[in-house]
Structure formats: C-alpha cells, structure tokens
C-alpha cells in the first residue's frame, strides 16, 4: 500500500471528539476525582431523562449492562434465554455467563431484527427472557415482543447498542423494555472510548444491579472516600467490577450535548446514500419501518447475487481497493466454533439470518463525514456493481 493511498483511505469509522469533550476530559482531570464520582451521576441523570427512562446506571461496557440485567433478575442455570442470531457475541456471552442457555432466534428479511414469530415457536416453560437486538439503530418490533413477554411474565432486555436516539412509535429508546443496554464502545452513535449504561423504570432492578456492578458493596459505597464519608461497607453480593469513571463520564456529557445533532448528520449522510443508490441494479437497500426512527448507526446494502458476477466479498475487496473501508454485521452467533460446539447451532434453522450475513456490506456512515466523502463512496459502490453487472 504507498502512502499517498493511505492518506486517501476512508475509514469505517471515526468517533467525533470536538473541543468540549477535550475541555470536560481535562476538567475531570483537574478535579482529582478520576473513578465513578459526581460527573457519572450526572450523566446518568441526563442520560435517563434523554432517553425517557427512571433510572440509568453508567457501567464500564454495554456487555457488563446486558449481563447484569440479567444477573440482578436472578437468571441462571436451568433457565433459557433468546436471543438474535445476527447479533454480536457477547449477547450469547452474557447469556451464558449466568449459567443460563442461550437460544437462537431468525431474524425478519426488512430489518434484521428479531422475528417475533421465531420467539414464539422457541418458548419453553424454560423461557426467562428475551433479548432483542436493534439492528444497525433501527427499533426492534416491540409491541410484538413486549405482548409475547406479559403474557408470560418473561423479562425484555433490549439490547440498543446501535440505536441511542432512535424512537419507536415516538417514545425514545431507553425507558420501553422491562431493561435497555446502550454501548458507548468508541465505534457507537455515543462514544466514551469503552462504556455502556443500563436502563430501566423498575427501581429494584436498577438497585439490584447498582450494587452488583460495584463488587456487590451497599449502595453508595463509592461515596466512602468523601468528607464525611465512612470507611465501613458490606458485601451482600459476589458482584462485579463494571463500574463506569468520571473521565468516561466527561466524555459522555459531552457527546450526549451533541447527540441530536449527531443522529441528525447520520439521516442526513443516510439519504445522501439513498438517493444516490435507490437505481443501482447489483445492490438492495432497505427502508427503515414506518413506526420508528432510524438512529442510523450502520448504513448496509445488500448485494443482489442474481444481478452480479460477484459476491459479498469480493465488492468488499474492491471498495478496499479504492480505498474504502466497510464492515459486515454481524458473523452469525451460530459461526462461531465455541456456539456451533458446544450448542449445535446449525445454519439450517436460521435461513434468514445465513442470507442477510452472506450479502450484506456496512458503508461508512458517521457523523464527522463529509457529503462529499459519502459521495466517493456512493460512486465507488455504484461503478463496481456497474462493472461487475451478471
Ligand atoms: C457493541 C455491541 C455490544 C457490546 O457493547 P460493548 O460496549 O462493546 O460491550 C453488544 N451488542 C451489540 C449489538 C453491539 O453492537
């Protein structure tokens, strides 16, 4: 690769850190307070008021949230949980870090999302939770999951990783399911570097999970090194270490300010790409549902493989060599050799998901891109799928 090219590389991703996020980092700094302080409380009560939910604990990753949803449940061994196929590990992680066995559900065509349908044939009286995933920002079908859930009394974790600032059915993401998990990773919509928050109405559940992500120490006992602060603390839990920091928090109050206008600059680069790729043969895009909004964290077309003499992954190889980089969401679950294993996963039982992961291509999409960066990569994807015409 020469130089001249590598400075002409598009990256897949760069998170957006301005001066205000520099200026509340080196404030933290100064303050002498570096671990979970006042600045993670008040992000997190910005945070639940954002996203319209009572409560939001700040936690050290959005894996540490969706375990701990489930874990401060009393979830475990014996007990099943489902979840995406075509989704990041760590939901099946988490899953069975509790002892509990994680079950596999397709997605729906449109979307990516769980298949309501598919939750349905897999209960059992085993049944505890579900974990929805919204894919690419876009709101998992919540009505449908919620209505199966009250029925049985089964716990929602909504893993929103991707979909901080989406709506569904006008109501933020954050405060619907009976748990919402957000990831602040430095690649997501809101970056703190690593981070994630747990959200929920339900005041036991975010009590419960407060003192399980400090060692499972008595509420508050981060206040002990304050004047008038007591050295004495219980343990009444083997908890974990998952607390968030205020430097993380720094970073976080400051990218919350920018959020709306954040998501807002990831519609306006989405319909760029729309517009600009609504009449290319090779390739298939996907239209958000009616009843939400979008948050556009990933922009993914699909390769059509009856109108191209290539697949998924040579276009990606060819976007590469013009000097684009891209992604795929997500390797299925079930490739994985520890699930495929010690689960038995087969592609067989997720049709869907294997046709999704087999032609699907995540574009560039964030906030600090430029329209004529969108652009480049608008005439790249369409010259390939022209050349490379069946
Ligand atoms: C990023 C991501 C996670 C994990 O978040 P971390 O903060 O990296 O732990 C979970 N689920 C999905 C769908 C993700 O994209």
Redo the contacts with the bound molecule.
């Keep these: 690769m020469s130089s001249e090219r590598d400075s002409d590389f598009l990256p897949y991703n760069r998170p957006y850190i301005g001066e205000e996020e520099i200026a509340e980092v080196v404030d933290t700094l100064r303050s002498g307070w570096l671990t979970t302080g006042p600045k993670t409380r008040r992000f997190e009560e910005e945070l639940a008021r954002y996203a319209g939910a009572r409560h939001a604990l700040a936690l050290s990753?959005?894996?540490?949230a969706?375990h701990l949803a489930l874990a401060a449940s009393g979830i475990g061994p014996g007990d099943e949980v489902i979840t995406s196929a075509l989704?990041?590990a760590?939901?099946a992680h988490v899953i069975v870090h509790t002892g509990a066995t994680p079950v596999l559900a397709d997605v729906t065509e449109d979307d990516a999302n769980i298949d309501p349908a598919a939750i349905e044939r897999l209960l059992t009286p085993r049944t505890r939770a579900i974990m929805p995933?919204d894919?690419g920002g876009q709101p998992c079908r919540l009505d449908a999951i919620m209505a199966l859930a009250g029925a049985r009394g089964l716990l929602v974790v909504e893993?929103a990783?991707?979909s901080i600032g989406a709506t569904y059915r006008e109501r933020p993401i954050g405060g619907i399911a009976h748990a919402t998990?957000f990831?602040?990773?430095a690649?997501?919509n809101l970056a703190t570097g690593?981070?994630?928050a747990l959200l929920t109405n339900d005041a036991a559940l975010d009590e419960r999970a407060r003192g399980l992500a400090l060692h499972g120490m008595n509420r508050d006992a981060w206040r002990r090194y304050e004047a008038g602060g007591s050295w004495y603390y219980e343990i009444t839990d083997a908890g974990f270490k998952y607390n968030f920091t205020d430097i993380q928090a720094a970073l976080g109050l400051a990218q919350l300010a920018r959020l709306e206008w954040m998501t807002a600059r990831r519609e306006a680069l989405a319909a760029r790409y729309d517009a600009a790729l609504a009449s290319v043969a090779g390739i298939a895009l996907a239209t958000p549902r009616p009843e939400v909004r979008h948050a556009r964290h990933l922009y993914t077309i699909r390769v059509r493989p009856e109108a191209l003499r290539i697949g998924r992954d040579r276009f990606i190889a060819l976007l590469g060599e013009r000097g684009i980089g891209t992604s795929v969401?997500?390797i299925p679950v079930h490739h994985h050799p520890f699930y495929r294993e010690r689960f038995g996963f087969r592609p067989d039982d997720f049709p869907v998901t294997e046709r999704i992961y087999a032609t699907t291509i995540s574009l560039p999409l964030y906030p600090s891109m430029t329209d004529a960066d969108a652009d480049r990569v608008a005439e790249a994807v369409r010259d390939i799928a022209r050349a490379e015409r069946a």
Excluded at 61 to 64: E, F, K, M, V
Aim: charge should be negative; proline fraction near 0%.
């Design positions: 990753s959005g894996t540490a969706l989704t990041f760590s939901c995933v894919y893993d990783a991707h998990a990831s602040f990773y690649t997501k690593e981070g994630g969401h997500f």
